[in-house]
């Protein structure tokens, strides 16, 4: 599957931006997805992940209550909906995609999806 994510930004402390995940080439809804970022100098980190259905969805500590992951799987697209953003937020996104054909499991590392796309920037000014 390709991925391609796009919607960043720079938006000031307090805003809202929304992130966009184009999917293609293969079934959208076999896939379990999820987003993390990479701040500078720091690793990877989970965002969120959302099951193959849409149906449970999971989130980082750092980001419980302010961001929301829906998908649309007749549109194969994925979203990050990101509200009350502070500057600890500023990384580039990534989404990232597993193929799970069987069940609405999630996964919250890196390492357990085999799919990733170019990321996109988002800063968030004090």
């Known amino acids: 599957v390709q991925l391609q994510a796009f919607g960043g930004g720079l938006v000031q402390a307090g805003g809202s931006l929304r992130l966009s995940c184009a999917a293609s080439?293969?079934?959208?809804?076999?896939?379990?997805m999820g987003w993390f970022r990479q701040a500078p100098g720091k690793e990877r980190e989970f965002v969120s992940t959302?099951?193959?259905?849409?149906?449970?969805?999971g989130y980082g500590d750092s980001v419980k209550g302010r961001f929301t992951i829906p998908r649309d799987n007749a549109e194969n697209t994925l979203y990050l909906q990101m509200n009350s953003l502070k500057p600890d937020d500023t990384a580039v996104y990534y989404c990232?995609?597993?193929?799970?054909?069987?069940?609405?499991?999630?996964?919250?590392?890196?390492?357990?999806?085999?799919?990733w796309g170019q990321g996109t920037l988002v800063t968030v000014s004090s």
């Open positions: 080439g293969r079934t959208f809804s076999n896939f379990v």
């Open positions: 990232e995609a597993r193929y799970l054909y069987y069940s609405d499991s999630l996964y919250y590392a890196a390492r357990e999806y085999g799919f």
């Open positions: 959302i099951s193959r259905s849409g149906s449970s969805t």
